[in-house]
């Protein structure tokens, strides 16, 4: 499944940094503005210890876990959306992701250059967000402008859609245009669908992900205090990561080597583990699980998917052919030990077309192409 998050945020605060430790992909990070330019495309391995579990239950020859895509973009500056700063082509990178990750520098460095020359988090997020809005607004703008002709279309299905349209993309204009993100604005599920073809920006989800000082990993700074402030406000999310602290666990060789840094560090796991989990909760990600000897392998659906959907992600046929599911729950497994007594216990089910599945569940899927 190709969901995936952006990485944004200001010039120069950490970003490349990050997605570099968490993707291990190349991508160049150093100490001045507008280092990226192309987006580096990252792939991480979900951990899920539900999968190590059914692993040592299971034995199988090999495990494959799943994984969750990241897109690490250029920096934003103050005008973007006028086109400041290559800003057009960097908010368009922007719209093709599913959610942002927007990296704010919480960390006092005099050798690390700051676009604005002064740590301010809460005014380095709102100069981000107001280039998303006002790009945003262009958009709704622009749309507003083709309503007329839209509405006079012969097509009924057309002609209505518009007429239901304008009234909601009217209260979006005004929204964005004071520079206030999309998201904040209260819409039913039926307004959020009709204006859903536009891909604003400032609907999609939004971490705002703190890169903090070393020795700030394990309690919030003052500048990570403002920013809960903000997010509160502004209906984010927020996590703290040390970009530097994680880069250098990254760059160790052995698994023996980063836990030994950590534990110097005084942390339990590296933030990056925890980052790709909210990562993948944000994009509405779920994992169901398949257990052979051959291979036990997580894989990802989209919350509210029934079996044929989620049996899809494996191969198409398996949704065009579907015929039904058997399964049962992870947590049975771990309770009774072995398939054979989960089965004797009753908690293998049936399931047709029309079962919703749900985190955590081992699907065996029975298929006619
Ligand atoms: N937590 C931190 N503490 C101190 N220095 C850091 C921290 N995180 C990143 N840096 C340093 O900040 C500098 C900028 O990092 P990086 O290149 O990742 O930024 P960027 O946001 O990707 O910039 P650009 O927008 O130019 O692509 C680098 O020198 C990096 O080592
Ligand atoms: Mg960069």
């Known amino acids: 499944m190709s969901l995936n998050c952006g990485i944004v945020g200001l010039p120069n605060v950490g970003k490349s940094t990050i997605f570099q430790a968490l993707t291990s992909a190349p991508a160049e990070a150093a100490n001045y503005p507008f280092c990226t330019i192309e987006p580096n495309v990252g792939i991480v391995n979900v951990a899920d210890w539900r999968l190590e579990k059914i692993t040592t239950l299971i034995k199988p020859s090999k495990t494959i876990p799943t994984i969750v895509e990241f897109v690490d973009i250029a920096g934003l500056v103050k005008g973007a959306s006028k086109g400041e700063g290559l800003g057009n082509q960097f908010l368009g990178h922007i719209r093709q992701v599913n959610a ?29 967000n107001i280039e998303l809005a006002l790009a945003d607004a262009e958009v709704v703008t622009k749309k507003l402008g083709n309503l007329p002709k839209l509405m006079k279309n012969q097509n009924k299905e057309i002609s209505s859609k518009a007429k239901a349209q304008l009234p909601v993309l009217e209260k979006l204009e005004t929204h964005l245009t ?185 699907i065996h899927f029975r298929f006619n192409v």
């Open 100 to 128: 942002i990750i927007h990296v704010v520098r919480c960390f006092d460095d005099g050798d690390v250059v700051h676009v604005h020359g002064r740590v301010d988090p809460v005014d380095d997020i709102e100069t981000i």
């Open 178 to 362: 004071e520079g206030l993100a999309a998201r904040a604005l209260e819409l039913s599920d039926d307004e959020k669908e009709l204006v859903a073809e536009l891909n604003l920006i400032t609907m999609k989800k939004v971490l705002y992900l703190c890169n903090v000082d070393e020795d700030c990993v394990d309690g919030d700074n003052e500048y990570v205090t403002s920013v809960r402030e903000l997010a509160a406000k502004d209906n984010a999310q927020v996590s703290v990561i040390c970009g530097k602290l994680e880069s250098e666990i990254a760059s160790l060789e052995t698994d023996e080597e980063k836990k030994e840094f950590l534990e110097a560090a005084g942390l339990e796991q590296s933030g990056l583990q925890t980052l790709t989990k909210t990562a993948y909760e944000m994009l509405g990600l779920r994992t169901y699980f398949t257990a052979g000897e051959k291979e036990v392998r997580a894989w990802t659906f989209k919350a509210g998917d029934k079996a044929p959907q989620a049996a899809g992600v494996i191969h198409t046929d398996f949704e065009r052919g579907f015929i039904k599911a058997e399964i049962y729950h992870c947590d049975d497994l771990f309770e009774l030990g072995t398939e054979q007594k989960v089965k004797e216990a009753g908690k293998f089910r049936i399931e047709g077309k029309e079962y919703l599945v749900k985190d955590g569940d081992v």
